[in-house]
């Protein structure tokens, strides 16, 4: 079974700009969530999406937004790039269907922001 | 809000060693999960316990969720440079699927 897949894996932007970020989760996976991983804050939950529907939502202002396809994939957008939206954008997939949570990651990208 | 708080930040030891890793929250939690991450790449999931008391092995690695759910072990026993990683731990409550990550424990087993 292919992983969580994560494109692009590498992105430079400037101040200002907006960025889209794609997640691929495994086959069958219904739940894709979205977490900021940066030095100083450790990894935050953005966002979660099952099924089409936002079904959970963290800390973090509405420049970041997100939507979930009917193939399950996911997108991740940034909105008015702030250059502490420098981070590795981590996303994860689960069946969404335990309690149990156990979540696969994907690879990440790394966005600087300039 | 929820933390998790690891302990140590870091660690440095030689191959052979024992080591443990703790974390430790104020909150329940239904379950929690240890993963270790290495430089580039995603979190890898390790384990997941779920009843209070619970400890599980995988092979060189013991891991304990504590009798009133609020904290966790992770202990390894003699540690391989292959080893080496960023370990974190993260709680869920209910069925949502938003973790809770730890603040992380940086290890580093050399030759």
């Known amino acids: 079974k292919a992983g969580v897949t994560q494109t692009p894996r590498y992105l430079i932007k400037t101040r200002g700009q907006q960025v889209t970020l794609s997640c691929s989760p495994i086959?069958?996976?219904?739940?894709v969530s979205w977490y900021q991983q940066t030095p100083g804050q450790g990894l935050q939950f953005l966002f979660e999406?099952?099924?089409?529907?936002?079904?959970n939502k963290g800390n973090f202002p509405g420049r970041f937004s997100g939507r979930q396809f009917s193939n399950s994939r996911s997108e991740m957008n940034v909105s008015t790039l702030e250059l502490g939206d420098s981070a590795l954008y981590l996303c994860?997939?689960?069946?969404?269907?335990?309690?149990?949570?156990?979540?696969?990651f994907g690879p990440g990208t790394r966005l600087t922001v300039l | 809000t929820q933390l998790l708080e690891q302990s140590p930040q870091f660690l440095s030891i030689q191959e052979g060693e024992n080591l443990t890793v703790y974390c430790n929250s104020s909150s329940v939690f239904s379950s929690l999960q240890w993963y270790r991450q290495e430089p580039g790449e995603g979190p890898v999931l390790l384990v997941t316990?779920?009843?209070?008391?619970e400890v599980k092995k995988l092979k060189r690695l013991t891991f304990q969720f504590g009798d009133a759910r609020k904290d966790s072990s992770l202990h390894i026993t003699a540690a391989q440079p292959g080893d080496t990683g960023l370990y974190l731990c993260a709680g869920a409550t209910g069925t949502a699927s938003k973790l809770t990550f730890g603040t992380g424990t940086r290890l580093q087993v050399t030759l």
């Open positions: 086959s069958g996976h219904r739940s």
């Open positions: 999406y099952f099924s089409e529907t936002q079904r």
């Open positions: 994860a997939s689960s069946s969404g269907s335990w309690s149990y949570n156990e979540q696969f």
């Open positions: 316990v779920v009843t209070g008391g």
